[in-house]
C-alpha cells in the first residue's frame, strides 16, 4: 500500500460509514430519498449495509490489499447503479454528481493499489 491509497482508502471508508449507517439506521432524510427513488426503506437498508461492507473492505484493504481492491470495485459498481437510478427518476446532475464523484475515487482507489504491486 501507499499514501495514496490509504488516504483514498480512509477517505471513502469515512463516507461510505455515514452514508451506511444514515441508511440503515433509515434516518428521515433516508427516508424520504427512498421514497423519490421508488425503493422501499428494506431495500435501502440493504444498500446500506452493502455501503458498510465495503467501507470495512476498504479498511481491512490497508492490512491486505485484496480486500481493499474488492471493496473498492464493489462501490463501483454501487455508484453506478446510483447514477442509473438518479437518471431514471430525473435527477439532474446536481442529485448524481456525488455517486459520479466516489465512483471516480473508487476508481482512483484501485488504480492506486493495484499499481503499488
Known amino acids: 500500500m501507499n499514501v495514496a491509497s490509504i488516504v483514498l482508502a480512509l477517505l ?3 463516507f461510505f460509514l455515514l452514508l451506511g449507517v444514515s441508511k440503515v439506521l433509515a434516518v428521515g432524510p433516508m ?3 427512498a421514497a423519490h427513488a421508488g425503493f422501499s426503506v428494506s431495500a435501502y437498508r440493504g444498500i446500506g449495509a452493502l455501503e458498510l461492507a465495503a467501507a470495512l473492505g476498504l479498511l481491512g484493504g490497508i492490512v491486505w490489499w485484496p480486500v481493499g481492491a474488492a471493496a473498492g470495485a464493489g462501490l ?3 455508484m453506478a447503479g ?3 437510478v438518479h437518471r ?4 439532474g446532475v446536481r442529485e448524481f ?3 459520479v464523484g466516489t465512483g471516480l475515487m473508487a476508481v482512483s482507489y484501485i488504480v492506486t493499489v ?3 504491486l
Open 114 to 116: 493495484l499499481g503499488a
Open 76 to 78: 463501483v459498481l454501487l
Open 31 to 33: 427516508r424520504e430519498r
Open 82 to 84: 446510483a447514477v442509473v
Open 12 to 14: 471513502l471508508a469515512v
Open 97 to 99: 454528481a456525488p455517486a
Open 88 to 91: 431514471r427518476t430525473g435527477d
